[in-house]
């Protein structure tokens, strides 16, 4: 199965799959998380041009779901935080991955950049240089995610993990 944690920068993606990756493991489900900025320091920094360039970002996302894919076909559950808004990825996902399992953290770019943990947008704003989705680049919004959850302050990201996993069991009869 994968598990394909989407959102903006700042979103919760990572937290809410560091969360749900706990949960799956303590059930005793073989797991393992990708993350796309992980990933694309570990295995990407080669990508000629501006890594952040739409192209390369589709580039890099396409790896990201045949990665996922080959690890699903080995019985591995996979959970990825990424970003990669691309509306060929998600068709491509639901394409070749049987159990594809979309989750979209759709927060508003108000509180993302109050929240601002990597400093992206502020640097965006200070030097007017870069790509940054929700600023100056444009994004496709999942059109058919399995979870959508809105921001709301009075649901932490334990609770999305856990609203995510109640419906996967739902979903696949149990885990």
């Given at each position: ?22 949960i ?134 334990e ?9 996967l ?7």
């Open positions: 199965m994968v598990i394909w944690i989407t959102g903006l920068s700042g979103a919760g993606k990572t937290t809410v799959a560091k969360h749900l990756v706990s799956l493991k303590n059930e005793g489900i073989h797991v393992v998380h990708l993350d796309g900025d992980v990933l694309r320091d570990i295995f990407f920094s080669d990508i000629t041009g501006d890594p952040h360039s739409s192209g390369n970002r589709l580039r890099i996302a396409y790896k990201y779901s045949a990665l996922c894919a080959m690890l699903s076909r080995q019985d591995i559950t996979v959970v990825i935080s990424t970003i990669s808004l691309f509306k060929e990825i998600h068709q491509w996902n639901r394409d070749n991955i049987s159990t594809y399992f979309e989750v979209f953290l759709d927060v508003p770019i108000e509180i993302l950049q109050e929240r601002d943990v990597k400093g992206i947008y502020a640097r965006h704003e200070k030097e007017k240089v870069g790509s940054v989705y929700g600023i100056n680049l444009e994004f496709d919004r999942p059109l058919n995610s399995d979870m959508i959850f809105f921001h709301n302050s009075n649901i932490s990201s609770d999305i993990a856990n609203q995510v996993f109640k419906k069991c739902i979903k696949y009869g149990g885990i």
